[in-house]
């Protein structure tokens, strides 16, 4: 990222709009019954948390100056998706369920974003569009799971955590399971359960608010993920349809080193996030930045319903 900024490479580009509101005080009505009615009927406990959000993401090849794609790189991909979700706690676990509908192809406009900031920036032009995913539906569902306030130590206003979690994907555009866990620390009540917001289906960082009393807040952690996968269309060329792509690898790592800093209501959150290797014959592994900026607007001081 810094000494290559003209690359692009594998998962290229992510772009994420997100909302979440917290209902555990009002699951009696409104958006809070419908949330809750599906968290129980699902047997996840009470719902206390549901978002929405829009994404766009791009794939490419290393070579984006070659015109013609061999079946031996990533191929070209975009892929622009809507999602909704909840999160959830009962029985000491917490938990969040996503659903996911969109398409991929021309109609996700992942040639003409990745060309225009290559134009901005006088980057090379990427090439090869014209052997990108086909339009394709995408649609599917996946489901986080880590117990609740497990290997939770906070001492006066600092707060360690350890999450172990498990992750499942049952989409058109993947096919997966995932265990791993995260660690960190941080100002009371600022670290997280969950990786901050990807624009990859199946890690939109669903969690309940995290905010602690302090006007400053700020937390380290690391998250690590064990993935075995059996499908990704993005690495296979398509699910309903096919155009050249490599043999994608059954298992990978991938983590990420995050940093945040709290002021009041308002928090970013810096990532540098690494991949393992995710077909065969790939040149390396892949490791890219995310920004992650949020703004609470809900309740202030760190007191939460099951505080009062």
């Not at 901050?196 to 669903?206: K, N, T, V, W, Y």
């Not at 059954?250 to 290797?277: D, K, P, Y």
Request: proline fraction near 6%.
């Amino acid at each position: 990222m810094w000494g290559n900024p003209y690359r692009d490479e594998y998962y290229t580009n992510g772009i994420r709009l997100s909302g979440s509101w917290w209902v555990a005080d009002h699951t009696d009505r409104g958006l809070g019954r419908a949330a809750d009615v599906v968290a129980r009927g699902l047997g996840l406990g009470k719902a206390d948390v549901v978002e929405l959000g829009a994404s766009q993401t791009m794939y490419t090849p290393i070579e984006i100056w070659e015109t013609t794609i061999p079946d031996t790189v990533h191929p070209y991909a975009g892929h622009l998706h809507f999602t909704a979700g909840l999160g959830a706690v009962g029985k000491g676990f917490r938990s969040s369920v996503e659903l996911l509908g969109g398409w991929t192809g021309p109609p996700a406009f992942g040639e003409p974003a990745q060309k225009k900031v290559h134009e901005l920036f006088n980057g090379y032009e990427p090439l090869g569009w014209d052997h990108q995913v086909q339009f394709e539906p995408t649609f599917g569902v996946s489901v986080w799971l880590a117990p609740e306030n497990f290997g939770t130590i906070s001492d006066g206003g600092v707060t360690f955590r350890f999450v172990p979690s498990v992750l499942a994907v049952a989409s058109t555009p993947d096919l997966a399971a995932e265990a791993g866990f995260l660690v960190g620390v941080g100002t009371r009540d600022d670290v997280p359960s969950t990786r901050p917001d990807e624009a990859r289906f199946g890690h939109s960082g669903i969690d309940r608010p995290r905010r602690g009393p302090s006007k400053v807040g700020v937390a380290l952690y690391a998250a690590l993920d064990f993935r075995l996968s059996a499908h990704d269309m993005f690495v296979s060329g398509g699910t309903f349809s096919s155009i050249p792509a490599p043999e994608a690898e059954a298992a990978w790592t991938e983590g990420a080193l995050c940093a945040t800093l709290r002021l009041g209501g308002t928090r970013i959150t810096m990532a540098n996030n690494f991949q393992g290797f995710t077909y065969v014959g790939q040149e390396r592994d892949h490791r890219y930045g995310t920004i992650s900026v949020s703004q609470d607007f809900g309740v202030k001081e760190g007191v939460r319903s099951e505080d009062r």
